[in-house]
């Protein structure tokens, strides 16, 4: 129960930042509650009950569900005609976060109308692409990859310039990796399969040859300089099962293409200046206490 309610509670103050956003015009559609003189009606509660994540949506089905969403909405409603009462539309810090949402917004719209809505793949392109690359489409394959594990970025270049003039990899792991389990086995992390990394790891492995070492790849973790050691190769998977992935990867490239394209052509036509000693004299908060 106390779950639910701290589910309710965050999706209501989800929603009121949206509702604040938002004008309500006039509409035909029936009334399903009142707050003051503002109404809800079927069509904002079917609109907002369609933005629940598919995973949550079992809280909020049958009638007992339709009801809570209802007072959901209906506590969003009472915390926005609060806010106004109190002028925080006036704040400065609401009205910077308006320009930040109105900004933000119209880069979306304009992305999605300049690279979503152009990019297409059809059938006959993935379908190409398998029949030339179908020895990369395996099942069950497994890589092996020793890391080191590094704060920052500038930490992880010298080690990997170090590693470039001919030092150690199992020994700087041994000495400099933050991730001890591994630095004790040089950096070892031993086979692993496709999807049990972290995307940016995963790619920045699947990209080398074995023996290879990576340039810093970043993470949430932190930097990270790979070296993927072997190769445990799978089955070659069918097209049928391989058809989603050649697709989503097709997707990507031309989406990648359209927006370099397109700022391409935006850079041409605009005045840029930079500031390179300005943005040199710029200390990182996390940087701040690094030494030097």
Not at 23 to 47: C, W, Y
Not at 145 to 156: N, P, V, Y
Not at 257 to 282: C, F, H, M, P, W
Request: contains cysteine; glycine residues 6%.
């Amino acid at each position: 129960m106390k779950k639910l309610l701290l589910f309710s509670f965050s999706l209501a103050l989800a929603l009121a930042f949206v509702s604040g956003c938002e004008q309500k015009a006039k509409s035909n559609s029936p009334m399903l509650a009142k707050v003051g003189k503002t109404e809800i009606t079927r069509d904002e509660f079917l609109k907002e009950i369609t933005r629940i994540p598919e995973w949550a949506r079992g809280q909020f089905s049958g009638e007992e569900g339709k009801e809570r969403f209802l007072e959901e909405l209906v506590r969003r409603e009472l915390i926005y005609q609060d806010a106004k009462k109190m002028k925080l539309d006036k704040d400065p810090e609401y009205i910077e976060k308006m320009k930040e949402f109105e900004r933000m917004t119209l880069v979306s719209l304009i992305l999605k109308k300049e690279v979503e809505e152009k990019a297409k793949v059809d059938e006959a392109e993935v379908k190409d692409f398998y029949d030339k690359n179908a020895d990369k489409f395996t099942i069950g394959t497994k890589v092996r990859a020793s890391h080191i594990l590094i704060d920052t970025e500038d930490q992880a270049k010298k080690i990997s310039d170090r590693i470039k003039k001919g030092e150690n990899f199992s020994k700087l792991a041994e000495s400099l990796s933050n991730d001890k389990g591994s630095a004790s086995k040089g950096g070892d992390l031993g086979f692993f399969g496709r999807g049990q990394m972290v995307p940016e790891f995963e790619q920045a492995v699947l990209s080398l040859k074995p023996g290879e070492v990576s340039e810093p790849v970043k993470t949430r973790f932190g930097y990270h300089i790979i070296k993927l050691t072997d190769i445990q190769k799978g089955e070659v998977a069918t097209f049928e099962q391989s058809r989603e992935a050649i697709k989503r990867q097709l997707l990507a490239e031309k989406q990648k293409q359209l927006v370099d394209s397109y700022i391409e052509g935006l850079n041409k036509k605009a005045e840029i200046n930079k500031s390179e000693t300005e943005l040199k004299s710029i200390t990182l908060p996390w940087e701040a206490g690094e030494a030097k």
